[in-house]
C-alpha cells in the first residue's frame, strides 16, 4: 500500500541502496566513455592486473596469513547473501544432497533458507566455524574433504567455499526440523532405483545363460532363437509388436506346438500349454521357463517404452534367456550381466543376399516395377503417393498396398499378406519406416522419397545413417538380392555414404553408372568389383551387423508406446551411438509406498499424478539407467483424477495404450466417460461408436475419414485392454471384438479403393 512504500522510501537503507546505484551508474558510463578512446586492457585492466587478482584471492583462500588481501577479507568477513546461499536454491545442488545425505528438495526452499541465514547472523558459533574453515591450511581442507561425497556439480573447487556452510545447514536441519529429516530420508529410500536387478529376487536365484543374437536385416538370427524357443519344454517369447506375437504363436500352431498368446488385448490360453507367445510388457516374471526369447533388446534403450525390456531381461525366470536384435545394446546388456551374475554368449549372423545402391534417381513414371517399396516420413505422403501410383496404372482397384503405425495391425498384417502374396492384384508398397519391424515383406527395392523428416519440435532434418541403413535392410528377402534408390539426387550422395562400409552392401559409382537399374540378380553376379566402379566394402572390425528394428509410428500395442527411433545395429551405426542406458518406470507398490509417507507429512491425500510426479523429481538412478518418458502417462492421470478412484485403479487406467496427444478429441471424450462410469458405477458400457451404414449386406463407410476409423479402433482396443484387467466392470467385450472387425473392413475398403 501507498504507506507501507512511503516508509520504504524514506529509509535509510533505500537511501544507501540509492547511492551505491547512482555510484556504480556513473563508473559504468566513464568506463563506457574512456573505452571509446583506449583499448581494452587500458580501458578494464591488463590480463595481467585480472590474473593477479585472481591469484591473491586464491591465495587467501588457501591460508597464506601473510597475504595483505587475507587479513583483510579474515578481518571483515560478512555472509553474501547471493554468492553463498544462492547455490543453496539450485536444483543441481537438491539433487546432490538427495544423493549424498537423502535431504529432499522441500528442505530447500526459502523458509529453510531465511531462517538459516537469520540463524547464522545470530549464532557466533557459526561465524567462528566459518572464519576457522577459511584461515585453516588448503592441506587441512583437503584432507577434510576427502571422504566428502562429490558429482559433476558438486566439484571438489565449489566445496572448498562451500562445505562449512554446508556442515552448518545439516546440524541447523538436524536440530530445527528433525521430524521433516526423518520424513526426508525415509522418502528418499524410497525412491531409490539404483539396483533394479534387486527387484526379481527369484530370478537372482538361477544361474542364466544368456545368450545374445545380433546380425543384420534376413540373416536368420530370430529363426535360430526361435528353434531353441521350440524345442524347450516350457518357453516364453516375449514380442514387441501383437503382429509379432501373433506370427510366433501361428507358427508354433503349424509345427505341432500348441501355443497360449497373451497380449493386453486378448488372451488365449489353454490347459497344459507350456509355450507362450505374448508382448514384452504382459510376460509373467512369476513362471519357471526353461528357455525365453527377448526379440528387439536394443528397444531397452527406448525413451518411450525400455522398461518392459529392463524388467523382461532383469526378472525372466528362465535358465536359458535368448536375445535378439542390434549389437549397439551387447556392451551394455554384458553390464547388466555382470550385475546379475549371469553368463553371456554372443552370436553373430551375417547377411544371406547382397544390397546394391543403384546411381541413377528413380521417377515414378519410368521406374516403376513390381515390388517397389517407397518410403516417405509422413501418413499424408503416404496416401499421396499410394494415389498417385493409382492414378499412373488406371487400375479399377488399387494396386498399392500401405504400412504406416495408425493402422491397425490387423490392417497392416493383411496389406503385407496382399503384398507378399504372388496371386494378388497388389504389386507395390507405400510405407513409413514403420516396416522396420514386425513384417516379413517381399521387397525387391527400397525406394527413398525423402530422407527429410519433422521432428517432434516441428523441426525438419535428414535422417540419421543408422535409420537410413535399417530401412534399407528391408529390400531383399532370403537369398534373393535388395536395391536401394532415391527419387532426389542430393540424397543419393547421403544414402552411398550411409551404406557404404557395410558387409555384402554393393555401392554403384555415379561416375560410371555400372550398376543400373533393371539389371537382374544373375546380371549382378557377373559384375566385377574395382575401385572405379563397385566397391564392396569389408566387414567392421568389430564383428557386428545390423538388424530390423522399430521406429517411431509402430502402432499402439497393449501396454505398448510408439518409441523413438532409437534401434540400429553395431554395423549400422557409429559407436558413439551405442547404448548405455536401460529403461526405467516406477512400479506400482513403489508409488503406494512413497504416497503413504507423503500422507503422512502432508497430512492430505494426494492424486496419482502428484505423487508420480513428486516421486521421479527425487528418484536415485546411476548413470546405467533412465527413467523413460511419462507425459503420456501424466496427461491420463491428469484425467482419472477427477474422479474418486483408488490409486490402483488410477494407476491401472493411466497406463492404458492411448496416446491422447496424437488423437482427435473423440479418443479424450470416451476415455473420460471410461473412467467416470468405472468410478461412479463400476459398469463400463461400450458407446455407439461406429455409425454402421449397410446397402444389400455391404457396409458403407464413406460416412467416415480413414482417420476417423482409426481412432475408433484405438478405442476399442484400449476397452478390450481395460477389459482384460476389470473383466466384471467393462461387459461388452464380444461387442468390441464384433465392432473392430466392422472397423477393420471399413479401413481396408478406403485402402483398396483406387
Not at 196 to 214: G, N, Q, S, T
Not at 352 to 377: H, M, N, W
Not at 714 to 732: G, R
Request: aromatic share 10%.
Amino acid at each position: 500500500n501507498a504507506e507501507y512504500m512511503g516508509t520504504v522510501l524514506r529509509s535509510k537503507t533505500f537511501e544507501l541502496l540509492l547511492n551505491e546505484t547512482k555510484k556504480m551508474i556513473a563508473l559504468m558510463l566513464r568506463r563506457a566513455k574512456q573505452s571509446v578512446r583506449l583499448p581494452f586492457s587500458r580501458a578494464f585492466g591488463s590480463r595481467a592486473k585480472r590474473s593477479r587478482g585472481r591469484n591473491a584471492a586464491d591465495e587467501a583462500l588457501r591460508g597464506d596469513r601473510s597475504n595483505p588481501f587475507f587479513r583483510e577479507f579474515r578481518n571483515s568477513f560478512q555472509i553474501d547473501d547471493h554468492q553463498i546461499f544462492r547455490h543453496f536454491r539450485l536444483a543441481s545442488f537438491t539433487k546432490y544432497m538427495n544423493e549424498s545425505y537423502r535431504l529432499l528438495p522441500f528442505l530447500f526452499d526459502t523458509t529453510q533458507i531465511l531462517q538459516f541465514r537469520q540463524e547464522f547472523i545470530t549464532n557466533e558459533r557459526f561465524q567462528e566455524h566459518i572464519r576457522s574453515w577459511f584461515s585453516s591450511s588448503y592441506r587441512d581442507r583437503e584432507d577434510i574433504l576427502t571422504d566428502v561425497p562429490q558429482n559433476d556439480f558438486m566439484s571438489a573447487k565449489r566445496l572448498a567455499y562451500l562445505w562449512p556452510f554446508i556442515e552448518l545447514y545439516l546440524e541447523f536441519l538436524t536440530t530445527r526440523l528433525p521430524r521433516e529429516v526423518e520424513v526426508s530420508k525415509s522418502l528418499s529410500s524410497l525412491t531409490d532405483l539404483r539396483a533394479p536387478h534387486l527387484w526379481f529376487p527369484e530370478a537372482r536365484k538361477i544361474k542364466r545363460r544368456i545368450v545374445y543374437h545380433h546380425g543384420p536385416t534376413n540373416s536368420g538370427k530370430t529363426h535360430a532363437a526361435l528353434q531353441e524357443f521350440q524345442d524347450a519344454d516350457a518357453g516364453i517369447y516375449c514380442a514387441p509388436l501383437r503382429l509379432l506375437a501373433w506370427e510366433i504363436q501361428e507358427r508354433m500352431e503349424q509345427s505341432g506346438r500348441p501355443c497360449n498368446l497373451i497380449t493386453g488385448q486378448e488372451r488365449i490360453i489353454r490347459p497344459d500349454t507350456r509355450l507362450t507367445s505374448c508382448t514384452v510388457e504382459t510376460a509373467s516374471l512369476s513362471e519357471q521357463y526353461d528357455a525365453a526369447v527377448i526379440d528387439e533388446i536394443q528397444m531397452i534403450g527406448d525413451r518411450e517404452r525400455g522398461a518392459a525390456w529392463t524388467n523382461a531381461l532383469l526378472g525372466l525366470r528362465a535358465e536359458r534367456i535368448h536375445l535378439c536384435g542390434d549389437s549397439r545394446a551387447l556392451n551394455l546388456v554384458a553390464r547388466l550381466c555382470d550385475l546379475t551374475g549371469d553368463t553371456l554368449e554372443e552370436r553373430k549372423y551375417e547377411r544371406f543376399s547382397r544390397l546394391f545402391v543403384l546411381p541413377a534417381p528413380y521417377s515414378l513414371q519410368k521406374d516403376l516395377k513390381e515390388g517397389d517399396c517407397i518410403i516417405t516420413f509422413s501418413t499424408r505422403r503416404v496416401h499421396l503417393w499410394k494415389n498417385r501410383i493409382d492414378k499412373l496404372l488406371q487400375a479399377d482397384a488399387s494396386q498399392c498396398a500401405v504400412v504406416y503405425g495408425r493402422l491397425p495391425p490387423e490392417t497392416r498384417k493383411d496389406q503385407a499378406r496382399r503384398f507378399n502374396d504372388p496371386e494378388s492384384d497388389v504389386k507395390f508398397l507405400v510405407a513409413t519406416n514403420a516396416i522396420g519391424m514386425g513384417l516379413n515383406l517381399r521387397i525387391k527395392r527400397i525406394i527413398f522419397h525423402t530422407l527429410r523428416r519433422m521432428t517432434a519440435s516441428g523441426e525438419t532434418k535428414v535422417i540419421d545413417d543408422y535409420e537410413i541403413k535399417q530401412i534399407a535392410g528391408r529390400a531383399g528377402r532370403f537369398m534373393e538380392d535388395g536395391q536401394v534408390l532415391c527419387m532426389r539426387k542430393d540424397d543419393l550422395v547421403i544414402v552411398r555414404k550411409a551404406l557404404r562400409g557395410m558387409h555384402k552392401v554393393v555401392v554403384a559409382d555415379p561416375t560410371t553408372r555400372t550398376l543400373v537399374e533393371g539389371r537382374t540378380s544373375d546380371e549382378e553376379d557377373d559384375v566385377e568389383a574395382s575401385d572405379d566402379d563397385i566397391k564392396i566394402a569389408r566387414e567392421p572390425a568389430n564383428e557386428a551387423d545390423a538388424e530390423e528394428s522399430f521406429t517411431s509410428t509402430i502402432d499402439l500395442e497393449a501396454d505398448e508406446q510408439p518409441s523413438s527411433a532409437l534401434s540400429l545395429s553395431r554395423e549400422f551405426a557409429e559407436e558413439e551411438l551405442l547404448l548405455t542406458q536401460a529403461g526405467l518406470f516406477p512400479k506400482f507398490q513403489q508409488l503406494e509406498s512413497f504416497a503413504r509417507k507423503l500422507e503422512v507429512y502432508e497430512r492430505r491425500k494426494s492424486s496419482l499424478r502428484s505423487v508420480f510426479k513428486k516421486f521421479v523429481a527425487i528418484a536415485q538412478y546411476e548413470g546405467l539407467y533412465f527413467i523413460q518418458s511419462y507425459s503420456d502417462f501424466c496427461e491420463m492421470a491428469a484425467i482419472v483424477e477427477k474422479f474418486n478412484m483408488e490409486m490402483k485403479d488410477q494407476f491401472t487406467f493411466s497406463s492404458a495404450p492411448l496416446h491422447l496427444s496424437k488423437m482427435w478429441g473423440l479418443a479424450r471424450k470416451v476415455f473420460t466417460g471410461f473412467a467416470k462410469d468405472f468410478a461412479e458405477f463400476n459398469n463400463v458400457r461400450l458407446p455407439p461408436l461406429l455409425k454402421v451404414v449397410r446397402e444389400k449386406e455391404v457396409i458403407i463407410p464413406e460416412v467416415y475419414q480413414l482417420g476417423q476409423l482409426e481412432e475408433i479402433h484405438h478405442i476399442l482396443d484400449v476397452y478390450l485392454w481395460l477389459a482384460n484387467h476389470y473383466e466384471s466392470s467393462f461387459p461388452d467385450k464380444d461387442l468390441a471384438l464384433a465392432k473392430k472387425e466392422v472397423v477393420c473392413e471399413m479401413i481396408n475398403y478406403h485402402l483398396e479403393s483406387a
